[in-house]
């Protein structure tokens, strides 16, 4: 369902989106509901500061369609104005201003323009032979900037030609000479994204009067010797005046798969110059390039450490006319990993997470002083409005994405709701708080984690539990609405006490607490999550100590493995997309910095096997006796689909319950929405299946496993 093809203010609302009715009375959120949910996308402000556009996208589960459309938001009255009509298939992206009564944006490929009348279809404006994205206009020289996939010659005008000498090919060979093979879930071509832009005349009803020739922004880049490991666009940033682009591009070497250098460029926009530079002196991962307003400075996060993904990230901020770079706030313990520039240029407004949430900080460039803009919860994104405001996409775990004001010169003010997309279908819903709590972990340090009370709790009884792991190991767990596989409400609507821990590893309590995951994957994380659990049952009466469930996915699979491998006290585990065998892992995986990193070294040494023995699963697998659930996709090559085939052929040989998911559609994670809406019925059926009665008396962590009879296919 729409929801609402005009108008909504801001001062209908009035509470947050679970509404203020007796628990008891509210619906558990279930599948087709959460899938249904409407999301929006950060908002692009006009320059007038009064308006902004934004897009919301749905998934329509009964008939399998996905739909989104783009709206105007006053930023004053907090109306939205739905501009087009729903859009079936691909997603409306890229929304930008043409000019201030011109709104653009990207469908299918193509730039689309709009008058901001309601309900009507925009016109196409411009086109290529090739699909274009991550698309931004700069009125100030009538260009705009985009993404583009091109061969060798980095020419959009050849592609074609290209493409059709690939059709006529007699064989289907790819030959590699080089480790980057494959990345994520696509393997390397001769195609490239490169960063373009092109200059569009605009008549005064905006529409196209002349487009120019493309320039590829990214060609007196040096030629690479293997032509499928070209240079490589991931992400840019423009000026306002339009005048340079910085752009974000890994260095085309032979050690790709084991070096994190990545690198940022500047040139300028007219393509009259020469690519330059900014980032040789380190060797670490560049990211998050943004122009200050006027246009002088370029920002950006730089990590040090070369061959280390999740090192701290500092800030760097150039002077565009002198080229002076200088590090900001290099006494900050925490890794910010977006910012802007406020209107003056001397602050920048960075977004960081810290103990569950993130925050929004203030950063002065000069001295480094930091102020905290927001208290609990996450926000998503931020944009500049005006001098004194943001506007900023919020969330919390009861409450999904919507645009919000931040009065920056105020921290005491609390943030102004300007949109409640999702309040027609959440209204008599149950989500849960968040309930934080802190124990004593691994080497006795403060650990921190929350849970979410079942749909209907009633403190009398006692309720199973469900441990959701994070992945990374380097990231966490926050105080979100998440739209993926691990939303904490849909297990607490299944009827579990629903518990989510940071253990060492995750980012937000300091780099150390980050760092101290190094060569301990099975070692301080395994420890902090059975005391957390210990906390909680000790802590909570109405948790069940014999009916535990365990899930996590990437490196929470494998931690459901080695739980597998190490203890008795869960009922049942899910691995979605989890590592087995540390071994085969480090010779099937995509980027071997990580693991080098992580585990330390490689295993085709003798210092460094025994670092990829000591956590490996595999080597103890004649202690799996845990009924679990393995899911994979086809096309994940961080970790292949052999680490869940694996574990799965363990425990099936050896009269274990277990059962195989498989999307053959799907990466490292699921991305289609009737995978999802699938993904959820199997994990929730598997972990309700073994935990519908308490099994026998348990001892501890010694107690043997209730293997109830297989149901699995």
């Keep these: 369902m729409k929801f609402g093809l005009l108008v909504f203010a801001a001062a209908s609302v009035l509470a947050a989106e679970s509404g203020n009715a007796n628990q008891n009375s509210l619906k558990p959120l279930d599948s087709h509901l959460f899938h249904s949910l409407n999301k929006l996308s950060p908002p692009i402000v006009l320059p007038d500061q009064t308006r902004a556009l934004y897009t919301a996208s749905r998934y329509d589960p009964?008939?399998?369609?996905?739909?989104?459309?783009?709206?105007?938001?006053?930023?004053?009255?907090?109306?939205?104005?739905?501009?087009?009509?729903?859009?079936?298939?691909?997603?409306?992206?890229?929304?930008?201003?043409l000019n201030e009564n011109t709104a653009g944006y990207?469908?299918?490929?193509?730039?689309?323009?709009?008058?901001?009348?309601?309900?009507?279809?925009?016109?196409?404006?411009?086109?290529?032979?090739?699909?274009?994205?991550?698309?931004?206009?700069?009125?100030?020289?009538?260009?705009?900037?985009?993404?583009?996939?091109?061969?060798?010659?980095?020419?959009?005008?050849?592609?074609?030609?290209?493409?059709?000498?690939?059709?006529?090919?007699?064989?289907?060979?790819?030959?590699?000479?080089?480790?980057?093979?494959?990345?994520?879930?696509?393997?390397?071509?001769?195609?490239?994204?490169?960063?373009?832009?092109?200059?569009?005349?605009?008549?005064?009803?905006?529409?196209?009067?002349?487009?120019?020739?493309?320039?590829?922004?990214?060609?007196?880049?040096?030629?690479?010797?293997?032509?499928?490991?070209?240079?490589?666009?991931?992400?840019?940033?423009?000026?306002?005046?339009?005048?340079?682009?910085?752009?974000?591009?890994?260095?085309?070497?032979?050690?790709?798969?084991?070096?994190?250098?990545?690198?940022?460029?500047?040139v300028p926009c007219n393509g009259s110059g020469q690519p330059e530079l900014l980032t040789e002196a380190y060797k670490g991962a560049a990211s998050n390039p943004v122009f200050s307003a006027d246009g002088s400075a370029l920002a950006w996060l730089q990590m040090e450490t070369p061959g280390y993904e999740s090192d701290i990230r500092r800030i760097f901020v150039r002077n565009i006319t002198t080229g002076q770079t200088h590090s900001v706030a290099r006494d900050w313990d925490l890794s910010p990993h977006f910012m802007i520039w406020s209107a003056d240029s001397s602050v920048l407004y960075m977004l960081v997470q810290s103990r569950g949430d993130t925050k929004v900080v203030t950063v002065n460039v000069l001295s480094g002083a930091r102020a905290e803009l927001t208290g609990s919860g996450c926000t998503t994104s931020i944009a500049r409005l005006g001098t004194d405001k943001l506007l900023a996409v919020y969330t919390n775990t009861t409450e999904t994405h919507d645009i919000y004001t931040i009065d920056v010169?105020?921290?005491?003010?609390?943030?102004?709701?300007?949109?409640?997309?999702?309040?027609?279908?959440?209204?008599?819903?149950?989500?849960?708080?968040?309930?934080?709590?802190?124990?004593?972990?691994?080497?006795?340090?403060?650990?921190?984690?929350?849970?979410?009370?079942?749909?209907?709790?009633?403190?009398?009884?006692?309720?199973?539990?469900?441990?959701?792991?994070?992945?990374?190991?380097?990231?966490?767990?926050?105080?979100?609405?998440?739209?993926?596989?691990?939303?904490p409400n849909m297990y607490a609507s299944a009827g579990f006490v629903t518990v989510q821990i940071n253990f060492h590893g995750s980012p937000g309590y300091g780099q150390n607490f980050t760092d101290s995951i190094r060569q301990q994957w099975g070692g301080l994380p395994y420890e902090d999550l059975m005391k957390g659990v210990d906390h909680i049952i000790a802590t909570y009466g109405f948790v069940d100590a014999q009916r535990l469930v365990a899930l996590g996915g990437s490196f929470g699979g494998y931690m459901a493995n080695w739980l597998n491998a190490n203890t008795d006290r869960f009922s049942a585990l899910v691995a979605h997309d989890g590592e087995f065998n540390l071994i085969s892992g480090y010779y099937s995986t995509d980027e071997l910095w990580f693991v080098e990193h992580d585990i330390g070294g490689v295993p085709f040494t003798a210092s460094g096997r025994p670092n990829y023995e000591r956590f490996n699963p595999e080597r103890l697998a004649a202690k799996f006796k845990t009924p679990t659930l393995f899911v994979h996709g086809a096309s994940d090559f961080r970790l292949s689909l052999e680490q869940s085939l694996a574990p799965w052929t363990l425990l099936r040989?050896?009269?274990?319950?277990?059962?195989?998911?498989?999307?053959?559609?799907?990466?490292?994670?699921?991305?289609?929405?009737?995978?999802?809406?699938?993904?959820?019925?199997?994990?929730?059926?598997?972990?309700?299946q073994w935990t519908t009665a308490p099994p026998a008396p348990s001892h501890g962590y010694q107690r043997t496993p209730n293997l109830a009879p297989n149901h699995g296919h």
Excluded at 414 to 432: A, E, F, I, W
Aim: glycine fraction near 8%; proline fraction near 4%.
């Design 409 to 487: 010169n105020n921290v005491e003010a609390p943030m102004r709701r300007l949109t409640q997309v999702n309040q027609d279908k959440l209204h008599d819903v149950y989500l849960g708080e968040a309930e934080d709590f802190w124990f004593a972990g691994a080497r006795n340090e403060q650990v921190h984690g929350w849970m979410v009370r079942p749909h209907g709790f009633n403190a009398s009884q006692k309720y199973p539990l469900a441990l959701l792991i994070h992945g990374g190991p380097q990231q966490a767990n926050g105080h979100a609405f998440s739209f993926a596989q691990w939303n």
């Design 653 to 688: 040989r050896r009269g274990i319950p277990a059962r195989l998911v498989y999307f053959e559609n799907e990466d490292h994670w699921i991305n289609h929405a009737g995978n999802s809406v699938r993904w959820y019925s199997e994990v929730l059926g598997w972990i309700s």
């Design 106 to 266: 990207v469908f299918k490929g193509a730039l689309y323009q709009h008058n901001l009348q309601p309900s009507i279809n925009g016109t196409l404006l411009y086109n290529t032979t090739v699909g274009i994205s991550s698309a931004t206009y700069r009125a100030a020289t009538d260009q705009l900037f985009f993404l583009a996939d091109v061969y060798s010659d980095g020419n959009i005008s050849t592609v074609a030609g290209y493409k059709e000498k690939e059709k006529n090919r007699t064989d289907s060979a790819q030959v590699f000479d080089n480790l980057w093979a494959r990345h994520w879930n696509k393997w390397m071509t001769p195609v490239k994204t490169n960063l373009f832009s092109v200059k569009l005349t605009l008549a005064e009803n905006g529409s196209l009067g002349q487009a120019a020739h493309e320039v590829n922004l990214m060609q007196g880049l040096a030629p690479s010797m293997d032509p499928l490991l070209r240079w490589e666009a991931e992400g840019y940033a423009v000026s306002s005046d339009g005048q340079h682009a910085a752009f974000v591009v890994r260095s085309p070497s032979p050690d790709l798969s084991w070096s994190t250098n990545v690198d940022i460029y500047l």
């Design 62 to 97: 009964e008939t399998n369609k996905s739909f989104s459309f783009l709206s105007l938001l006053d930023t004053v009255s907090g109306q939205s104005t739905q501009l087009t009509p729903e859009m079936e298939g691909e997603r409306i992206s890229s929304p930008m201003w």
